[in-house]
């Protein structure tokens, strides 16, 4: 049984440390009378630039591949740096396509520095290109962060693109809301509705000059740059039937729902203010309806191909925010669902902010999980919380201790139960976050980090396991098949860390 509990790093005990200022005695009782490590889930570690934060998607990507599989991100930036990101077939397309049409050049997606879901040099590029092609009408499309940076730091990145707009002499920001609204994952679609129609008919708030509407979208209600409601900049921007539209984003998780929205011609999850269907491009695959510039790489014999291959009955268990990440991109972002494989979604609450309900669905999660083990024979679980980075992206200290102590009193009830019916429990996380809640200035931190996560075996069958020091998240997948008695293939190049 595999437990990832997303968003639980290993950092330093101090103030803003909700994991250590939690009260979570279970897992000190494990801690203590277990072996544990620590591994690496970060940057390179996880095939992501240097001193990029780790992340969900890629976190978990790592574990199931079993292997460092350079990423998106990676492979976006170094095809800016050769050159072959302008010659790109799909933006060629799309660039044709608003010169024949005399259309416009929409360029889309959030505006963010960290790498997770986008990062504001490639839009810079997509700048770039439309410069070289002597493109006429070029519209951005501002999502705002405040999870994966801090909260209040958009004027921060409209700066950087204005600075970028003068530089090439090209461009306008037609519009700006928050990634709550655009970037929704948990079919939340009246939220992606406010988002569309902004981008179709304008509807929103109109402030003409961008810093200004940052601020007025705060003095309207908007918390952090998370909540910014629908700002209309430009009103000769929208969004339009011959236009093209690059989404830059390539993280596939929170791009797939406004995707759809424009890609779909029989869209139905809403009844948008205005059907439009622009030629829409995409960064990542995040829709089998549209092109895709960097399609997701291939990863032959995972773990979950390794498993099916050998008839292992399998269980996949998560609430609805993390569903993703312990099927499709644990599974190499392969959709399909294979023989031998459960999966088992429990609802996430509805509420504007987790900070709300810090405990999340982890309580149906568990009871779930305790039926099937007791009514099923499984070879493999892999079972996810979400509470300590979706609570924790709230910024909100003491809610987030709270998720921590709610994930304490849940393995409480797991881990005898596991036990007894003769599971092996391999306890971490995916990345950190909920153990650097606050930056030294005392503001609320949101985001991830670069920091380790615990690596602990929970087992009686294993006598006093020697555990490797110094491993990652690709070394998980090679541990699960050694405690399975399973021959790891040579793709497989992680390293058990029971030695």
């Known amino acids: 049984m595999l437990i990832i509990m997303d968003g639980y790093g290993e950092g330093k005990d101090y103030p803003?440390?909700?994991?250590?200022?939690?009260?979570?005695?279970?897992?000190?009782t494990l801690r203590k009378?277990?072996?544990?490590?620590?591994?690496?889930?970060?940057?390179?570690?996880?095939?992501?630039?240097?001193?990029t934060q780790g992340g969900s998607e890629v976190g978990h990507f790592t574990i199931g591949a079993g292997r460092i599989v350079w990423q998106t991100l990676e492979e976006i930036n170094q095809s800016i740096k050769s050159g072959e990101f302008f010659k790109d077939k799909f933006l060629r397309e799309a660039a044709k396509n608003c010169e024949i049409n005399n259309s416009a050049f929409h360029i889309f997606g959030m505006i963010s520095d960290q790498g997770v879901h986008s990062d504001i040099h490639h839009l810079f590029a997509l700048l770039k290109f439309a410069k070289m092609r002597g493109l006429k009408k070029?519209?951005?499309?501002a999502i705002t962060d405040g999870r994966d940076v801090p909260e209040h730091s958009a004027k921060k990145y409209i700066e950087m693109i204005q600075k970028k707009i003068k530089e090439y002499g090209i461009g306008k920001i037609a519009t700006i809301i928050g990634r709550y609204y655009a970037m929704d994952r948990d079919t939340n679609w009246d939220r992606t509705k406010i988002a569309h129609d902004l981008y179709v008919s304008g509807k929103g708030t109109f402030e003409p000059n961008p810093m200004k509407a940052i601020d007025k979208a705060e003095k309207l209600?908007?918390?952090?740059?998370?909540?910014?409601?629908p700002m209309l900049i430009d009103k000769n921007g929208l969004i339009k039937n011959e236009d093209s539209v690059i989404f830059f984003n390539y993280r596939t998780d929170r791009a797939r729902q406004i995707a759809k929205a424009f890609i779909k011609r029989a869209f139905k999850d809403f009844e948008p203010s205005k059907r439009v269907n622009p030629e829409f491009v995409c960064f990542g695959p995040y829709s089998n309806r549209a092109p895709v510039m960097f399609p997701a790489p291939i990863v032959k014999n995972n773990l979950n191909e390794v498993l099916v291959k050998n008839k292992i009955p399998q269980l996949r268990i998560a609430e609805t925010e993390k569903y993703a990440h312990v099927t499709y991109f644990f599974n190499s972002q392969i959709k399909t669902q294979f023989p031998y494989e459960k999966w088992t979604?429990?609802?996430?609450?509805?509420?504007?902010?987790?900070?709300?309900?810090?405990?999340?669905?982890?309580?149906?999660?568990?009871?779930?999980?305790?039926?099937?083990?007791?009514?099923?024979?499984?070879?493999?679980?892999?079972?996810?919380?979400?509470?300590?980075?979706?609570?924790?992206?709230?910024?909100?200290?003491?809610?987030?201790k709270k998720a921590v102590e709610t994930l304490d009193v849940c393995l409480k009830q797991i881990v005898p139960i596991a036990q007894k019916l003769g599971y092996d429990i391999l306890i971490t996380g995916d990345h950190g976050n909920a153990e650097y809640m606050l930056y030294p200035n005392g503001d609320p931190c949101p985001s991830h980090t670069t920091n380790p996560t615990i690596f602990l075996v929970v087992s009686d069958k294993i006598k006093n396991p020697k555990l490797r020091k110094g491993g990652g998240l690709k070394d998980i997948a090679p541990t699960v098949l050694k405690l399975l008695k399973v021959k790891q293939p040579k793709e497989m190049t992680g390293k058990s860390l029971i030695i």
């Open 33 to 51: 009378k277990y072996k544990h490590t620590l591994v690496k889930t970060d940057s390179e570690d996880v095939g992501e630039p240097p001193h």
């Open 138 to 141: 070029v519209y951005i499309h």
């Open 16 to 28: 803003g440390n909700a994991i250590t200022r939690a009260n979570a005695p279970f897992m000190e």
């Open 345 to 400: 979604l429990i609802r996430s609450p509805k509420c504007p902010s987790y900070a709300d309900k810090p405990e999340m669905s982890a309580p149906e999660v568990t009871k779930k999980l305790i039926s099937e083990i007791k009514n099923n024979d499984y070879g493999f679980i892999l079972l996810n919380f979400a509470n300590c980075d979706l609570v924790g992206h709230s910024g909100v200290f003491e809610a987030t």
């Open 221 to 229: 209600g908007a918390e952090t740059d998370y909540y910014i409601g």
